[in-house]
């Protein structure tokens, strides 16, 4: 059937089938810029003939087997995706689990670039950190057990010696009875500062002042009992402005004592103690060296570490806990400064000490 139709000016059928409005394309034909009839096309309901059937068909299977195989590869590769960020969560959730049973040599084998990695990298970073944090911890409880244990030892040895009768209640022995209850009495002093240091609840009473005097009070408390083992302190001071700085001036002197007893203790005699300062920019740096005997290099990092001696048989005879450096870098450390030991130039042990002072 024809779809063309030709109708007048008037769009009255003129040839062709019947035309209705709406139903199809119509096109006016223009004489003289004058519209003198109009052609019209009727749009096709259904294709008939056989070359359009057989084409449709073909169109209409293809876009069935395409989207088909879309379908398939669509849950396929949902699966590989599943599988893919599943795996990783898994070892992940493992990994927690082990963590939670205080199985810190866990780690995750993945090697991936993408954020999945990076968590397992910040993971096994963790586990590691906590691993440290627990060889810390059983060698800080079998410190403190050691520590303890002697002198407690040396107490009921002399007092079960005194009920046995074996050694006399006297002075003497008073006065070592007396001795080891110090040393406990410190002991636990120490130990209770150090928490309290590293829980953040020790108070400070900051506030400006000059620290230089602070310095030379405490040497200068320090100079009879250094004398008595020979040992000469020189005091170098590089600069003459004073020192303003924002901390609190008790436990500041604690942290030259700390390092002044140290000193007292283990340097040998005759021997010379050097303590230095100087500003240089917005940093006060002091420094302390003594004329030895030196700190093996394995053991300069591990001096600040708590009851750590670098005698491996922690021998009581130069006294001491092994918490004042300890405490002393805790106490640094608040006041925004750092500690680090190193190396003397003349062939000891070398105690560098940064703090910032208050700009003008």
């Given at each position: 059937?024809?779809?063309?139709?030709?109708?007048?000016?008037?769009?009255?059928?003129?040839?062709?089938?019947?035309?209705?409005?709406?139903?199809?394309?119509?096109?006016?034909?223009?004489?003289?810029?004058?519209?003198?009839?109009?052609?019209?096309?009727?749009?096709?309901?259904?294709?008939?003939?056989?070359?359009?059937?057989?084409?449709?068909?073909?169109?209409?299977?293809?876009?069935?087997?395409?989207?088909?195989?879309?379908?398939?590869?669509?849950?396929?590769?949902?699966?590989?995706?599943?599988?893919?960020?599943?795996?990783?969560?898994?070892?992940?959730?493992?990994?927690?689990?082990?963590?939670?049973?205080?199985?810190?040599?866990?780690?995750?084998?993945?090697?991936?670039?993408?954020?999945?990695?990076?968590?397992?990298?910040?993971?096994?970073?963790?586990?590691?950190?906590?691993?440290?944090?627990?060889?810390?911890?059983?060698?800080?409880?079998?410190?403190?057990?050691?520590?303890?244990?002697?002198?407690?030892?040396?107490?009921?040895?002399?007092?079960?010696?005194?009920q046995d009768g074996v050694r006399t209640l006297n002075e003497k022995t008073l006065e070592s009875l007396h001795a080891e209850v110090l040393y406990i009495h410190r002991l636990v002093e120490d130990l209770h500062l150090l928490s309290i240091t590293e829980s953040g609840a020790l108070h400070y009473e900051k506030r400006p002042m000059d620290l230089l005097p602070v310095l030379e009070r405490t040497v200068d408390s320090f100079r009879e009992r250094l004398a008595a083992r020979n040992?000469?302190?020189?005091?170098?001071?590089?600069?003459?402005?004073?020192?303003?700085?924002?901390?609190?001036?008790?436990?500041?002197?604690?942290?030259?004592?700390?390092?002044?007893?140290?000193?007292?203790?283990?340097?040998?005699?005759?021997?010379?103690?050097?303590?230095?300062?100087?500003?240089?920019?917005?940093?006060?740096?002091?420094?302390?060296?003594?004329?030895?005997?030196?700190?093996?290099?394995?053991?300069?990092?591990?001096?600040?570490?708590?009851?750590?001696?670098?005698?491996?048989?922690?021998?009581?005879?130069?006294?001491?806990?092994?918490?004042?450096?300890?405490?002393?870098?805790?106490?640094?450390?608040?006041?925004?400064?750092?500690?680090?030991?190193?190396?003397?130039?003349?062939?000891?042990?070398?105690?560098?000490?940064?703090?910032?002072?208050?700009?003008?």
């Open positions: 059937m024809s779809r063309l139709s030709l109708l007048d000016a008037n769009k009255n059928l003129l040839a062709g089938p019947p035309y209705q409005s709406g139903s199809g394309a119509i096109r006016p034909i223009v004489v003289n810029e004058a519209a003198v009839g109009w052609v019209s096309l009727r749009k096709q309901r259904n294709l008939t003939h056989p070359l359009d059937v057989a084409f449709l068909k073909r169109q209409t299977r293809a876009f069935y087997v395409i989207g088909c195989v879309i379908l398939l590869l669509a849950f396929v590769g949902s699966i590989l995706i599943a599988r893919h960020l599943a795996s990783p969560i898994k070892q992940l959730l493992a990994g927690t689990r082990a963590l939670r049973s205080l199985k810190f040599d866990a780690r995750i084998p993945i090697r991936r670039s993408d954020e999945l990695g990076q968590l397992a990298k910040e993971f096994d970073e963790m586990a590691q950190n906590l691993r440290r944090y627990e060889e810390l911890r059983r060698q800080w409880l079998s410190d403190i057990s050691h520590e303890l244990r002697t002198p407690l030892s040396i107490l009921r040895g002399e007092i079960e010696a005194v040992i000469g302190v020189v005091l170098e001071a590089r600069g003459e402005e004073p020192f303003r700085f924002q901390g609190d001036e008790n436990r500041m002197a604690q942290v030259f004592s700390n390092i002044l007893h140290n000193s007292e203790r283990y340097t040998e005699s005759p021997g010379t103690l050097w303590i230095s300062y100087e500003r240089r920019e917005d940093t006060l740096f002091i420094e302390f060296q003594d004329s030895g005997p030196g700190v093996p290099d394995a053991s300069l990092n591990r001096i600040f570490d708590r009851l750590y001696r670098v005698d491996p048989a922690r021998s009581r005879k130069t006294g001491g806990s092994g918490l004042g450096l300890a405490i002393s870098q805790r106490i640094v450390e608040a006041h925004g400064g750092t500690i680090a030991a190193r190396k003397a130039a003349m062939g000891g042990l070398g105690i560098e000490i940064r703090l910032p002072l208050e700009t003008d």
